[in-house]
C-alpha cells in the first residue's frame, strides 16, 4: 500500500505533551509524529503563565496537594493528585536536560544559571511555585523540545497531517478484544487518507476551546482527539467543565489574546469601569480566587453593568517591572494602543481549558488499549470540576512520561498487524457547497457559547440539545458524499465535542466548580460527587462508587 506508514509509536500532536512521549520513546524505536499544522502550532506554544512545580524550600508537596483539591471542587482523584505533584521536581529536571530555559533571580546584576528560579504565584495557589520563561514559557518548552526532536533520526514528523479517525482491530473487521491500531490520517496538501499504523497510539492533540465563540485557544483546538477516541469506543468524562480564563484582552483584532493570571499573581486589580475593585465582593482571597470564580464574577459584573468589558490593573506597580516581567504582554497591548503600565487592560472571559477528556489510567492509557493519551485531551483526574492555573504543563509531561514508560515495557509483547483494511473514499465527490461548512461552525460556536456558557440553565441546555442534534445531521450527510478536508473533519468533531459538553452538562443535576445552572445552584456531593461518564451508544452515567 503507497499511502501506509508503519511505525513502533504513533504521536498525534506536537504540544508538550506529544513531543516529550515521543523524545522518550524513540530510544526503542521508530516514532511517526503526525500535526496538523505546523510542528509549533499547539496550545503549548500559547501558554504564557508557565508549570508549576514545588521547588522551592517554602513550597511542600501537601500544600501543592492542598491547593489543587480545593481548586478541584471535590472531584480531583487525590491519589492521581499526590502522584503528579510529586513528580513536578523530576519533571522539571527533565526539560532542563531537554534545553528548556526558566527565569531566575538575578543575583550581582547577572543571570546566574546556578541561582535559584523566579517562582510567580497565580489564582488559588498559596505559594510562589510557577516556574516560567517571562510570559512566553509556552513557546519556550516548544522551542526546546522540537529542537529535539527535529535532531533525533528515529522521529519522523508529518506536518500539515489531520487524524481523520483511528484504526482499531473491530474496524479492521477483526474478532479480536479491540484494540487501537494507528489512524488513519489526512495529508492536507495532497487531499489523500494515508494509513498510519502501529501498535501504539498516543493521542496529544489538545482541547476544545474552538467549539466556542470566543476562546483563548488557537485554531488547531477542534477537539479532535476527544471526539475520535469517543468514536472508537472509549470512555470520556466529565465534558461539562469547560474552563473560561477570566482575561483576555478585549479589543476587535485582538483575536483570543490571553492575558495570563500570573499578572494578578503579581498584584493585578481586576475593576469595573468606574474603578472600582469588585473581586472582594466574591471571594475571600479576592483577585487571586479560583478561575470558575472570577469567570462567574466578571459575567455578574457586565450583566449588571451592560459594560463591554472589565479591566485589570497593574498601573500600581513598577513600569520597568511589568516590561521586564510581562515583555509579551506588554507588546502586544501596546501594539493596540494600550499602555499597561498607564491604563486599565480590558479584559474579558473566554472559553480556555477542557477539564474533562478521554479516561485515562495513572499510566496515561483509555480503556482503548494501546489508546494511550496525554495533555489536555486527557481526564486523568487531576484537575476535577476547576483547573489548578499551571498544572496543566505539568500534568502534560508528568502523563507523557507515564505513557512512555508503560509503552516502552509492552511494545515487542503485542502481536503483528497483519492486513489492515485502506481508507475508503466511496463515492465521495469534491463539494461545491463548502458554505456548508462555514456557517454551521458558525452556528455551533455561537450556540454553544449562548447557551452553554459560563452559567447554564436546563432550558438553555435543551436549545442547545435540540439544535446541535439538527446540526450532526446534517454535517454527517456532508460528510459522507463529499470528498475530506481539514475544515470539514474539525466541523466534525466540534459537532461531536458539543454534543458531549450538552449531554454531560444537562445529566449533572447540580453546580460544583466550572458548572454552574441556574436550576441547581447548590453543589450535591451525595448524589453527584463523582465523574460523568460517556462512552458511544450509552446513555452518561456516573462513575461507580
Known sequence: MSNRHDFDFLVLGSGIAGLFYALRVAEHGQVGLVTKKRGADSATNWAQGGIAAVVSPDDSFDAHVDDTLNAGAGLCKEEVVRHVVERGPRMIDALLKYGVEFDRERLRGDE?????????????????????????????????????????????????????????????????????????????????????????????????????LYTSNPDIASGDGIAMAYRAGASVANME????????????????FLITEAVRGEGGVLRTADGRAFMPDHHAMKDLAPRDVVARAIDTELK???????????????????????????????????????????????????CGGVRTNRSGESDLPNLFVAGEAACTGLHGANRLASNSLLEAVVFADAAANESIARLHDLPEPGALPAWEEGDATESDEAVVITQNWDEIRRLMWNYVGIVRSDRRLARAKRRIDLLREEINEYYWNFKLTPDLVELRNLAT?????????????????????LDYPERDDERYGRDTLLQRGDAPRLEPT
Open 304 to 354: 449588571r453593568s451592560g459594560a463591554e468589558s472589565v479591566f485589570l490593573d497593574v498601573t500600581h506597580k513598577d513600569p520597568a517591572f511589568l516590561r521586564e516581567r510581562f515583555p509579551n504582554i506588554y507588546e502586544r497591548c501596546l501594539d493596540f494602543g494600550i499602555d499597561i503600565t498607564r491604563q486599565g487592560i480590558p479584559v474579558v472571559p473566554a472559553a480556555h481549558y477542557c
Open 241 to 256: 467543565f469547560m474552563q473560561f480564563h477570566p482575561t483576555c484582552l478585549f479589543h476587535a483584532q485582538a483575536k483570543s
Open 112 to 212: 546566574d544559571p546556578d541561582s535559584e528560579f523566579s517562582l510567580g504565584r497565580e489564582g488559588s495557589h498559596t505559594r510562589r511555585r510557577i516556574l516560567h520563561h517571562r510570559d512566553t514559557t509556552g513557546r519556550e518548552i516548544e522551542r526546546a523540545l522540537l529542537s529535539r526532536v527535529a535532531r533525533h533520526p528515529r522521529i519522523s514528523v508529518f506536518e500539515h497531517h489531520c487524524a481523520v479517525d483511528l484504526l482499531t482491530s473491530h474496524r479492521a473487521g477483526r474478532t479480536e478484544p479491540n484494540r487501537a491500531l494507528g489512524a488513519y490520517v489526512l495529508n492536507a496538501r495532497s487531499g489523500e487518507v494515508e494509513l498510519f499504523h502501529a501498535p501504539i497510539t498516543l493521542m496529544a492533540t489538545g482541547g476544545a476551546g474552538k467549539v466556542y
Open 497 to 517: 465535542v458539543s454534543t458531549l459538553v450538552i449531554r454531560a452538562a444537562l445529566f449533572r443535576k447540580e453546580s460544583r466548580g466550572l458548572h454552574y445552572t
